[in-house]
């Protein structure tokens, strides 16, 4: 059977929803709320939040000089940085898992020409980041 997404199952669209509040809304109490998912859902959210400045110079680092996420939109910006959050300090979760979980939470806030380009721009940042730490790990 397969699991039908939405907002209450999907811990990926509540990470959005509190990191939109926190960052765009100067939403300074965090709440959350009894989930089956609430330690991962609290340790993205915090962490993105801790290491946000991190997460910005490793997207203009790693997306080139044309590259500006302060025009994308909003919604668009708080999901690349949680998943490159997840790409950076989550290393034993699989890249295909996080970009899959990321568009599919992604159907809730941007549309279909958004979501490929987020797919073009997730892949584009796991490969760079996951290599390059790869090897700095292993050195």
Not at 7 to 16: E, G
Not at 68 to 73: A, M, R
């Amino acid at each position: 059977m397969r699991l039908k997404y939405s907002a209450k199952n999907n811990p990926r669209v509540i990470i959005i929803q509190k990191l939109y509040s926190v960052l765009y809304n100067n939403d300074n109490k965090i709440e959350f709320p009894k989930h089956r998912f609430k330690k991962f859902i609290k340790d993205i959210v915090l962490g993105t939040i801790e290491r946000n400045e991190i997460i910005i110079e490793e997207l203009d680092r790693n997306l080139g000089v044309d590259f500006n996420l302060f025009k994308l939109d909003k919604t668009f910006q708080i999901i690349l940085k949680s998943a490159t959050y997840e790409i950076l300090y989550k290393p034993n979760v699989s890249i295909k898992i996080i970009i899959k979980e990321y568009l599919n939470a992604s159907n809730f806030f941007l549309d279909n020409s958004q979501i490929k380009y987020l797919n073009a721009l997730l892949d584009n940042v796991a490969k760079r980041l996951r290599y390059s730490n790869a090897w700095i790990w292993s050195n």
